[in-house]
């Protein structure tokens, strides 16, 4: 966390995981979840649709791991990685919000790759009508307006066989989101030639989070679980893992 966390620095996760809780355990949304549940099973896209899925469909490979073990941060550097490789990335971050004292105030969406920014929660200043988890009210509608969009695969450049699709992350403030909840389900089934790479968040205090579960036990789907301690090995596996996927050697990564 913290200090060598950079853009997840703060107390912890920082700048990413957005899972808001500060000690308050699952905070809320339990009815969007069940929604994307039953959004999962009849698109196929659960544990017992994987035939529907084609065997050479591109992986999801995620990362999942507890507030401040470097998600974000993980997820970031790959990103960036690929990105001078010439590799074609859509998606979107989440980053904290530090007020004037260094303590967090939020979270923001940022997009990849064009870094468009706006509101995904606030411990205050958001209309009394937004859902809330733990501490913090998301503005789903700010969140959506970039968020949805970034869920599109782009084309591959030149430099790769396939894109990237970045989500950062299936979590507890972005489950608030009906739609996102169907634009990834939607992306799960669908045949696109791009790899889907990201995080997913963890049960915390015991809460889990129903619909990561059932994206995390889709056979297209990896996951691995990081801490402080194994996440720099687990960010050099996966970044040649991504290579290998959109076709490039391995050697020279970055």
Do not use: N
């Not at 699952?26 to 969007?32: A, E, L, V």
């Not at 105030?105 to 859902?131: E, I, M, N, Q």
Request: charge should be neutral.
């Amino acid at each position: 966390g913290g200090g060598g966390d950079g853009a997840e620095g703060g107390g912890g996760d920082g700048g990413g995981g957005s899972d808001g809780i500060g000690g308050e355990g699952g905070g809320g949304g339990r009815d969007g979840e069940a929604c994307g549940e039953r959004q999962l099973a009849a698109s196929g896209a659960d544990c017992g649709g994987d035939a529907q899925v084609p065997p050479t469909a591109p992986p999801w490979l995620m990362v999942t791991g507890q507030p401040g073990s470097g998600k974000t941060t993980l997820v970031r550097r790959v990103a960036e990685a690929l990105a001078q490789r010439g590799v074609a990335l859509r998606g979107f971050f989440t980053e904290e919000v530090l007020g004037a004292g260094g303590s967090r105030v939020g979270f923001d969406v940022v997009t990849v790759p064009d870094g468009r920014r706006g509101v995904l929660s606030r411990k205050a200043g958001l209309p009394a009508h937004c859902p809330r988890t733990g501490a913090y009210a998301v503005d789903v509608a700010a969140f959506e307006a970039l968020a949805l969009p970034a869920l599109s695969p782009p084309p591959p450049s030149a430099a790769a066989r396939r894109s990237v699709v970045v989500i950062d992350e299936v979590g507890r403030m972005e489950l608030h989101s009906a739609a996102f909840q169907a634009a990834v389900t939607r992306l799960l089934a669908s045949p696109a030639e791009a790899v889907v790479f990201g995080a997913l968040t963890a049960p915390i205090y015991g809460h889990r989070v129903p619909f990561c579960d059932a994206i995390a036990a889709h056979g297209r789907v990896s996951v691995d679980r990081i801490t402080q301690k194994t996440r720099d090995a687990v960010r050099e596996a996966l970044q040649r893992r991504l290579l290998r996927e959109v076709g490039l050697r391995e050697e020279g990564y970055a």
